[in-house]
């Protein structure tokens, strides 16, 4: 015993010497228990835990629920259970994880040494006994664990670097450039002996202007009125016309939607929908409309809460505005894991659209591609953090103290009758319950009848299960219940539920976010994303690599109603010296304007997202943005007058060649209109649109097959020959768990997370719905009628369809075949104006 | 006309006859390209998905432990905190059914799967299966896309992806629910999630016309309908003229054509009318019972006949008792399931057998989590995603084997312990997909079905 004793000691002096001393020194910020020769096995043993085990499982971290500083909460174990069987090394999970017999073995990443081993099997079987309790804190080495430098190398990536506004280069065919946007594209295409395409055709042009900016086809006399018109500024008055359409916000307004995974239900199991979620929607498109600067814009959807403005309006606005923060889906069973979900679904929606940046991929791990640390990630989790959910009323104070006054009135007046109820029905349902209490298992019974004070721990929990969970169904309870009874019971209920017709009618609210008061509970790094892992107390932060220096969060004052994080951190997003908000933004407009972002990846300017085609192009228009006060309409303006912008479409051999996918911009890019704008065109050409805007969703038909649930999911759909449906597809009640087909197979998002790029699929069920559908069979019987009503002959009928769905007269030979298709038979006019939705002229944007 | 790449009718050519590598998955996603796929020589090349929905209990299915019923009544202890779904946990409660020894194999299987049983030596069972959540929303989405958070494709889009399509006329991915309705989370179980929807599962109704808005408007006729077709055909190609190398535009006229087949094709692929009368018997058809899965399981089978890579079929609909979600009544809930299940799930496995396609079609059986051994309300059991069965059977599967094991009262999955990825991994592997290598660029990330774990279940491969 003495040799072995002594092998022992000089063994675990030399362990220490190499292992503690040189390898895990750095990391080592625990304190031993002092460490004495005289001493026996359990010092050791603790010596062991404490360099290996306690950082994660003592005290600030209790990594799956698991404490390691004592005898008793090492028996008492963690998630897996308890952890120690003193005496049987081999039954006991610290053992067995840590020899690896079960797996992950520990710790993490490492193998722990033999001698090591050998100290803990020897411990737990000598009983596992402590000297005394690990007084170990490991603050220090946690925090130590969390800290990842930001190098000025990392800062140098080029979306990283402010913005600057280039001088346009000098190009050889000046006479093409008509703005700045010009000079740069075409410096690229030179670069590249390239020339750009050819202007396009006037009506391509009109055509093109109408869907980019409003989603609808325009009218033929507008197309005619353009054509006509010769004037040099004719284009740029038709951009301003267009501009100033209600339209136009609802079709830029649903690029923002996407964004912002913006949808009128909570999705998962019983997928609630969220009955004022449109008021955010309605804020979006008039924010487009008035051509609200970005920078507001970007504040109030973060913090329009924590705002302040000179008018109650807009303060309500605002508070709308805050439901960006809302919009996420949300988790059935509440946990705290589900709210760190939503508070990730937040943190990745609001980086990704404003910034650009991938942060969401820093919750359990520092970035993989970019220089995110997980303390960033943390940081602005802590922003967020506070924010709780609130169904803002939009009405005055004193509105809403009047109608809390008005319930209470009619809660007071139904109390004696709910009263009276409960005791006429009680007497029933505790007899029920005693008949169903008979029926129940043998040894439930038998748990019921043992006197609690002698039940076994499983009666225990039986008994109690029956207490809790033993229901008389109502069914059951009015079925057994006397004639006169029910008449009684008949009556009460008839007058809770006149009063109850007397209630107010709800105020109106909208989904925000507030704050319970200025100081915010704490929230932590969490290592390796469990909130079971919690490191350091968290400070707000932001993003470390785009901040110039590290970015202050003023303290609220005393009396304030949040902590003003969100406010601090909408500011620096929208600061100037921001290098990626007005850029990301800048190239949002270009990709919705050409298809593609000069970032091809809108979301995404990291290292793992494309490169700039044209770097100085995006840098000048970031830089212009801020310039013209954040305003989207005047970068439309900027872009759209470009002859960049106002190119032809068409094919070119020289450039197909050169460029393929048409990278430097030597053609404009034909582009295939979203579902939505599909099925609005077909309303506009049909002449049965219905124009109003904003309010509560609409529901299109769907079959019920398609979502027959009774999860409390539902569809009220409305017939397809409601005229209530056929208004813009902006405004069809977007439930998550139920989309409309005519959308989904044509790729609009699920919602679940934010879209920044459709994906533009070619499937054969999006023809066989356009093919098939009652709706679109419908609008072509309504489109028929409208060209009967609008033109005479079979012929003119056919030129007054080219033109209202396509801005364009027939050629000779559309119009041969069109005409003797349509003469065909009796629903030759009416097949006609179906082929007429299903052509690709009518679905691309020339 | 002579810059144009492909006549509208070449290109259809090219796509019927699919030479030269054109696949129509290729020219109908644009611009996103499938995977190259398989990777390796493949075991099986379809699928098909039974999913009981609601969670089956495994302690009452395929995971005997007699030690419940000799310890009823006592309190589940030592295993840590016990979570459960809806509160008030009560003691262990032994199963109400007995278990019989099935096939060479021995396996144990409870009375209420008696034709399933006798099928046991086609069978792998896994008894260590575990998963995350234990709400049914995230554990559907996790079992269907391998992860807990909606919005990743689900793994038919994956191997849809993956494998392209074997009949261009019918979708590669193809959903029945059941008929008490879907399953909770809806659409997303079956979404195409960041990939293009040409990978999107398209569900089919049993009844009536299986895809929406198959079928012309009522007055249309077959002639009529070409006719139109061809009308829209010439309109086109006046358009295509103008831009003849944009593939984008050629795909769209190709998939007029592809949709006109589809019209014919797919009501015939699952017109289990004129099926054999002994067919229909073995699958259950002639009984109100077992009719509605029964045939469900019957057009699974003529599906993945013609080509169709995967077809999920549901077991279970909406809530509590309308699926395997026996938080009420265990004897009531799983005995109703069982008996709409158990007699056409095996006559699946003989068909298949019979038809030379068992060797080349994976099946699998599984639910999203398992249920609790402890009672609920009595005589109901909660949720339990910590242990749970799954089976598999077909292709490139050791029938007759049993993997892993939960603990004496089947609370937790103890040894060899697989995970969804496990699972995952493991059925792409059979159809020759290796899923490391199986990625989805999506804002500038690799994504994968199994995200960055996963391991082939190698004890269960033939």
Redesign the interface.
């Given at each position: 015993m003495v040799s072995r004793d002594w092998v022992r000691r000089a063994l675990f002096l030399y362990n220490r010497m190499h292992l503690g001393m040189i390898r895990w020194l750095p990391r080592i910020l625990v304190i031993f228990p002092a460490f004495c020769w005289g001493d026996d096995l359990a010092r050791k043993a603790i010596e062991v835990l404490s360099r290996n085990c306690i950082a994660c499982h003592g005290e600030p971290m209790r990594m799956s629920k698991l404490d390691l500083r004592s005898r008793e909460s090492i028996a008492k174990g963690g998630e897996r259970g308890p952890a120690l069987v003193p005496g049987d090394a081999e039954r006991s999970r610290l053992y067995r994880f840590a020899a690896g017999i079960e797996q992950p073995s520990m710790p993490p990443g490492k193998k722990l040494a033999d001698e090591d081993l050998r100290t803990l099997r020897e411990w737990i079987e000598d009983g596992a006994n402590f000297a005394e309790p690990v007084k170990a804190d490991a603050h220090a080495a946690v925090a130590a664990l969390e800290e990842h430098p930001v190098t000025d190398e990392d800062r140098r990536f080029w979306a990283f670097q402010a913005p600057r506004a280039h001088v346009p280069p000098s190009v050889a065919g000046a006479g093409w450039v008509r703005n700045p946007v010009d000079a740069f594209v075409l410096a690229a295409l030179e670069s590249k002996s390239l020339a750009p395409s050819p202007r396009a055709d006037p009506r391509a042009l009109v055509r093109r202007a109408y869907l980019d900016l409003l989603g609808l086809p325009p009218e033929p006399a507008e197309v005619e009125a353009f054509v006509q018109d010769n004037s040099p500024e004719a284009w740029d008055r038709l951009v301003d016309k267009l501009l100033a359409s209600p339209h136009y916000g609802e079709r830029w307004g649903r690029h923002w939607l996407d964004l912002v995974r913006y949808a009128d239900s909570a999705g998962y199991e019983f997928d609630r929908d969220r009955p004022n979620a449109w008021r955010y929607r309605d804020y979006v498109i008039r924010a487009f409309n008035r051509d609200k600067p970005y920078d507001r814009f970007l504040r109030e959807q973060i913090a329009g809460d924590e705002m302040e403005f000179p008018t109650v309006e807009e303060k309500r606005e605002a508070i709308v505005a805050t439901g960006f923060l809302r919009h996420g889906p949300e988790a059935n069973i509440k946990t705290e894991q589900t709210r760190m979900d939503e508070l990730d679904d937040i943190i990745a929606t609001t980086t990704g659209a404003f910034l650009g940046m991938t942060v969401g991929c820093a919750r359990c791990h520092n970035h993989k591609f970019d220089p995110i640390p997980q303390k960033d990630y943390y940081r602005i989790q802590a922003v967020f953090f506070p924010s709780k959910y609130n169904q803002a009323p939009l009405v005055s104070e004193e509105r809403v103290a009047e109608h809390k006054t008005a319930a209470k009135r009619i809660d007071d007046l139904q109390t004696p009758w709910k009263k009276q109820r409960d005791e006429l029905r009680e007497p029933y349902r505790r007899r029920l319950l005693e008949e169903k209490k008979a029926k129940l298992p043998d040894y439930i019974q038998l748990a019921l009848r043992t006197p609690p004070e002698k039940r076994t721990g499983g009666q225990k929990l039986n008994a109690s299960q029956v207490e809790k969970t033993l229901r008389v169904e109502e069914k059951e309870l009015l079925a057994a219940m006397s004639a006169g009874d029910l008449a009684t019971l008949r009556d009460i209920d008839s007058r809770i539920q006149t009063l109850d017709a007397e209630r107010p009618a709800p105020l109106p609210t909208a989904l925000a976010v507030k704050e319970s008061g200025p100081k915010p509970e704490p929230s932590y790094f969490l290592h390796r994303g469990s909130p079971g892992n919690k490191g350091s107390l968290m400070k707000p932060g932001v993003l470390t690599v785009a901040a110039k220096s590290d970015f202050d969060f003023p303290g609220p004052p005393e009396a304030a109603a949040s902590s003003l994080r969100r406010r601090a951190f909408a500011e620096w997003l929208a600061s100037a010296e921001n290098p990626l908000t007005a850029r990301v933004m800048a190239n949002r407009i270009w990709q919705h304007h050409f298809g593609e972002g000069i970032v091809a990846t809108p979301s995404n300017f990291g290292d793992s997202g494309g490169r700039p085609s044209h770097p100085e192009l995006l840098d000048w228009l970031a830089a212009e943005f801020v310039k013209r006060g954040w305003s989207v309409k005047a970068m439309h303006r900027l872009i759209m007058t470009s002859n960049a912008y106002q190119m032809a479409s068409d094919d070119r051999p020289d450039g197909l060649q050169a460029d393929p996918s048409n990278v430097y911009l030597w053609r404009m890019a034909r582009r295939k209109l979203e579902g939505e704008l599909i099925r609005d065109s077909i309303l506009a050409v049909a002449g049965t649109l219905d124009r109003k805007q904003g309010g509560p969703g609409i529901f299109p038909y769907i079959d019920p097959a398609l979502w027959s649930s009774s999860s409390g999911r539902t569809w009220p759909g409305r017939p397809d020959n409601d005229p209530e449906t056929w208004r813009r597809s902006v405004y069809i009640h977007s439930k998550r768990t139920i989309p409309v087909p005519m959308l989904e197979v044509f790729d609009k998002p699920d919602t679940i997370g934010s879209c920044a790029r459709r994906n533009r699929s070619t499937v054969p069920t999006q023809a066989l719905i356009l093919m098939n559908s009652a709706f679109v069979d419908l609008q072509s019987r309504h489109f028929a009628q409208r060209l009967q009503r609008e033109a005479g002959s079979v012929g003119s009928q056919v030129d007054r369809a080219f033109q209202l769905a396509f801005g364009r007269p027939p050629s000779p030979a559309e119009k041969v075949s069109s005409t003797r298709f349509a003469e065909s038979g009796p629903h030759g006019l009416v097949d006609f104006c179906r082929a007429i939705f299903n052509l690709n002229e009518f679905v691309y944007i020339p | 006309m002579s810059?144009r790449l492909y006549s509208r009718r070449e290109l259809l050519w090219r796509a019927g006859s699919g030479i030269a590598g054109v696949a129509l998955a290729d020219?109908?996603?644009?611009?996103?390209r499938p995977m190259r796929g398989p990777h390796f020589p493949p075991k099986a090349t379809a699928v098909i998905s039974i999913f009981c929905y609601g969670g089956v209990s495994h302690v009452d299915t395929f995971d005997p432990k007699p030690e419940l019923t000799r310890r009823?009544?006592?309190?589940l202890?030592?295993?840590?905190?016990v979570v459960v779904?809806q509160?008030?946990?009560?003691?262990?409660m032994g199963s109400p059914w007995s278990f019989k020894k099935y096939g060479q194999c021995g396996m144990d299987v409870s009375e209420i799967f008696p034709h399933v049983g006798s099928m046991a030596d086609d069978i792998a069972l896994i008894r260590s299966m575990y998963a995350i959540s234990?709400?049914?929303?995230?554990a559907l989405f996790q079992m269907n896309t391998g992860s807990v958070?909606?919005?990743h494709p689900s793994m038919g889009s994956w191997i849809a992806y993956g494998l392209g399509t074997e009949n261009r006329n019918l979708?590669g991915f193809i959903v029945f629910s059941d008929w008490?309705?879907?399953?909770?989370?809806?659409?997303?179980n079956w979404?195409n999630?960041?990939?293009?929807?040409?990978y999107?599962g398209?569900?089919f109704?049993s009844t009536?016309d299986p895809?929406?808005?198959?079928?012309?408007?009522k007055?249309?006729t077959p002639q009529?309908?070409r006719?139109?077709l061809d009308?829209?055909g010439?309109?086109?190609d006046?358009?295509?003229r103008?831009?003849?190398?944009?593939s984008?535009?050629s795909?769209?006229?190709a998939?007029?054509e592809?949709?006109?087949r589809?019209?014919s094709h797919a009501p015939e692929a699952v017109d289990i009318a004129k099926e054999p009368e002994a067919t229909r018997r073995m699958y259950g058809l002639d009984d109100k019972v077992t009719e509605y899965f029964g045939g469900q399981c019957l057009m699974a089978r003529r599906l993945v006949e013609r080509g169709v890579r995967f077809v999920q079929v549901y077991s279970g609909?909406?809530?509590f008792d309308?699926s395997w979600d026996a938080h009420y009544g265990l004897k009531y809930n799983h005995e109703l399931h069982a008996r709409e299940t158990d007699k056409p799930i095996a006559a699946l496995l003989k068909d298949l057998k019979q038809r030379g396609l068992f060797d080349s079609t994976l099946v699998v059986w599984h639910g999203e989590f398992g249920r609790m051994p402890?009672?609920?309300?009595?005589?109901g059991r909660d949720h339990n995603p910590l242990g749970f069965t799954i089976w598999l059977a077909g292709g490139g599967i050791k029938g007759g084997t049993i993997v892993g094991a939960t603990d004496e009262f089947g609370y937790r999955a103890v040894e060899n312990r697989k995970s969804v990825n496990d699972l995952h991994a493991t059925i792409l592997a059979l159809l020759g997909l290796d899923h490391e290598k199986l990625t989805y660029r999506h804002?500038?990330?690799e994504m994968r079905l199994t995200d960055v774990s996963g391991k082939v279940i190698q004890e269960i491969v033939a």
């Open positions: - | 810059q020219m109908l996603a644009a611009s996103e009823q009544g006592e309190a202890s030592g295993v840590g905190e779904s509160g008030h946990p009560g003691a262990l234990n709400d049914h929303g995230p958070l909606a919005g979708p008490r309705g879907g399953p909770i989370g809806g659409a997303p979404g999630g960041y990939m293009p929807a040409a999107q398209t569900p109704r009536g895809i929406v808005d198959m079928r012309p408007p007055d249309v009529r309908q006719a139109w009308l829209v010439k309109l086109n006046e358009h295509l103008r831009n003849p190398e944009d984008e535009l795909a769209r006229i998939s007029y592809l949709a006109y589809m019209q609909g909406g809530n309308e402890i009672s609920q309300r009595m005589v804002n500038g990330r």
